[in-house]
């Protein structure tokens, strides 16, 4: 599975847009991008995910470069709930491997 | 739908002893796992299954048994605890794209 980077922090005022970058450059044509955030000690939660074209769901929004070497996941009006550890995982196999994340510190 | 559960919640154990965590599903995935968390890091997966009978190595498998008897069950062993050891233990199943994880078991060793 390919490796993904995130910068460690960030944050971002309440009802602002909260853009979180992932570079995944080594990503191969069949593996999947994931987005998953683990808010305080509880299970990490599933987000979105997407291969080429870009996803919205309720939650958020995932923009995947062209070249499919980075992507974005954007929460459009973030909340205080949304302060959690953000991760980006790529996928083609039958195992999620997490990095780090980046933390996301909402503030009102 | 209990979703994913994780049976028990919090446990202290002596370093030697051992113990068996119990992770069930009640929603027929076939795909199960098993994640350490310590402290300030991310998930690192154990051992995983990809259905009844059937066991897999992750990242970091050493000093960790799996047994994979029944669909809904997924039970992680460890025979002879270490300090090391000492981390927070989440379960989750697959379905489709999706991970559903458990509340955690948290594991101290002394």
């Known amino acids: 599975d390919a490796k993904t980077t995130q910068p460690p922090s960030m944050d971002c005022a309440e009802g602002r847009a909260a853009n979180l970058p992932c570079n995944h450059s080594t990503i191969s044509g069949n593996e999947y991008v994931y987005w998953y955030r683990q808010i305080h000690s509880q299970g990490p939660q599933y987000i979105i995910h997407?291969?080429?074209n870009n996803e919205t769901n309720e939650m958020a929004s995932l923009i995947i470069t062209e070249d499919r070497k980075s992507s974005t996941l954007i929460l459009p009006h973030a909340t205080l709930r949304d302060t959690a550890v953000y991760y980006c995982?790529?996928?083609?196999?039958?195992?999620?491997?997490f990095g780090t994340g980046t933390r996301l510190q909402v503030f009102p | 739908n209990a979703g994913v559960t994780q049976t028990p919640k919090f446990r202290v154990l002596k370093t030697g002893q051992s113990m068996t965590l119990l992770c069930a599903q009640d929603?027929?995935?076939?795909?199960m796992y098993w994640y350490r968390q310590d402290p300030g890091m991310g998930l690192r997966l154990i051992h995983y299954?990809?259905?009844?009978?059937?066991?897999a190595k992750g990242e970091v498998p050493d000093g960790y048994n799996v047994s994979r008897l029944k669909k809904q069950n997924f039970l992680l062993g460890l025979e002879s605890a270490a300090p090391s050891q000492t981390s927070v233990y989440f379960c989750?199943?697959?379905?489709?794209?999706?991970?559903?994880f458990g509340p955690g078991t948290r594991l101290t060793v002394l």
């Open positions: 299954s990809v259905g009844e009978g059937t066991t």
């Open positions: 997407g291969l080429k």
């Open positions: 995982i790529v996928r083609n196999t039958d195992k999620l491997i």
């Open positions: 929603m027929n995935h076939e795909y």
């Open positions: 989750a199943s697959l379905r489709d794209n999706e991970q559903f």
